[in-house]
Each structure stands twice: as structure tokens, then as C-alpha cells.
């Protein structure tokens, strides 16, 4: 596609609900990136994927967040057992990047806003 | 670990007049990059910086990269209210990670 897509835009979810969160990156880029972004924050680094392989996942909070792409394109970020505390912006960004390191700059969705209530 | 921190976090200035934001990392970095996050909107890649030292410009912006490569600077000249936002840099460590670390970011306001 011309732009990374993320679905929803806006999820609202009771608190100790399970959630998935979308992205379909840039056709052909390689690198996929969860960020999570809370009001007022910079993006906060989650996981990233190189391929099909989560290359880094050092950011995940806990094991209520999961992220998994099994085809190398699209990617699921999965959140079980949801807290307030997990209320914020998601982001997911992709890079053409042959040795997982962006040269020339993450493309941004547009986030999917998660609130827990 | 790695923390990147911006000043100033909030910048109002009249239409016309320079702003300059300052990002620090706590660590030496690989590379370092720019962004700029409209309200309400997400962040968009403005440029990256490799070299020590190095300077880049893009029409009345100038991205600077400190000599040790640990901070960096965004400088606009004469702002106009498009230059509304927030400006957030981003490091890239040297131990072969492939995260970058966002900064708090500076939010600016151009006032008419």
C-alpha cells in the first residue's frame, strides 16, 4: 500500500479483555516496528520484527503483550488480560531495511488510540 | 539504559522568530534522527544524521550532530504557524541494537 495502514483507529475495551491491534506495513519493507505512545510522551519502543522473526522484543511491558507476523508483512500486536495502565496510542512503523537498522527513516500508521475502561 | 531527553519539553514563539531545540542521549549514539508529530497526528521522518559533527539542512530547518555523536540540535529559522508540533528526536545505540529511543520531545507553538 502507499502508507502504513493500522486498524482500528480507535478500540475501546473493557479492563481484563483481550485486544488485537493491526498493521500493514509499506509493501517491501522488511522492518516492523511497535511503538506505544502515551499523551504528552514520546513513542516508546515495544518489539521490532525482521521478517517474519521478532528481532527485539525487549520493550514488550509483560507477557500480557504478544506480537507475532507470520507472513513477514502484516503484523498482530496482542494484548490479553488488558489493564488501564495499557490505555495509549499504538504505533506501528516500517522501514525498508536490509541489515535492521532504517537508513532512511521509520514510516509511521496513523496508531490505533487503545483505551481500557 | 539508554535515555534520550529534549529541552526545552514546551517553546512558544511569535511567528517570524528562530527556535532551537537541544536533544541529549545518555549514551553514544550510532545515528540520530528527527521527527515532527502534528497535533493529533503521528510522527513524520524529517532527516537522519550519521557523522559526527555532521550538519544537514532543509529549507529554513539545520539538524546538527554533536562531535561525540551523544547529542544534537533543530534549528528553524523565521517559524511560520505550519511549523506547529511536536519535535521529537530519535537515537540509535552502538551495541548493534536495532531500537531507536525516542526523546520526551518539544512541543511548539507558533503564535500569528
Known amino acids: 500500500g502507499a502508507g502504513v495502514s493500522q486498524t482500528p483507529s480507535n478500540k475501546v475495551t473493557e479492563k481484563g479483555k483481550y485486544v488485537e491491534l493491526r498493521c500493514d506495513p509499506i509493501?517491501?519493507?522488511?522492518?516492523l516496528y511497535w511503538y506505544r505512545q502515551s499523551l504528552g510522551q514520546g513513542p516508546e519502543f515495544l518489539i521490532y520484527?525482521?521478517?517474519?522473526?521478532?528481532?527485539?522484543d525487549s520493550g514488550l511491558p509483560n507477557d500480557r503483550f504478544f506480537a507475532v507476523r507470520p507472513e513477514g508483512s502484516v503484523s498482530t500486536l496482542k494484548i490479553q488480560r488488558t489493564e488501564r495502565g495499557d490505555s495509549a496510542v499504538y504505533l506501528c512503523?516500517?522501514?525498508?531495511?536490509?541489515?535492521?537498522?532504517?537508513?532512511?527513516?521509520?514510516?509511521f500508521g496513523s496508531g490505533t488510540r487503545l483505551t481500557v475502561v | 539504559g539508554q535515555q534520550v531527553m529534549q529541552i526545552p519539553q514546551y517553546q512558544h514563539v511569535q511567528e517570524g522568530e528562530d527556535f532551537t531545540t537541544y536533544c541529549n542521549s545518555s549514551?553514544?549514539?550510532?545515528?540520530i534522527q528527527w521527527y515532527k508529530q502534528r497535533p493529533g497526528g503521528h510522527p513524520v521522518f524529517l532527516i537522519q544524521?550519521?557523522?559526527?559533527?555532521e550538519v544537514k539542512k532543509q529549507k529554513r530547518l539545520t539538524f546538527q550532530f554533536g562531535e561525540a555523536k551523544k547529542n544534537s540540535s533543530l534549528h528553524i529559522t523565521a517559524t511560520q504557524t505550519t511549523d506547529v508540533g511536536t519535535y521529537f528526536c530519535?537515537?540509535?545505540?552502538?551495541?548493534?541494537?536495532?531500537?531507536?529511543?525516542f526523546g520526551t520531545g518539544t512541543r511548539l507553538k507558533v503564535l500569528a
Open positions: 509493501s517491501g519493507h522488511t522492518a
Open positions: 512503523a516500517s522501514s525498508f531495511s536490509g541489515q535492521g537498522r532504517p537508513s532512511d527513516g521509520y514510516t
Open positions: 549514551t553514544t549514539l550510532s545515528n
Open positions: 544524521l550519521v557523522k559526527s559533527g
Open positions: 520484527f525482521q521478517g517474519t522473526g521478532a528481532a527485539d
Open positions: 530519535a537515537g540509535l545505540g552502538t551495541s548493534g541494537t536495532y531500537k531507536y529511543i
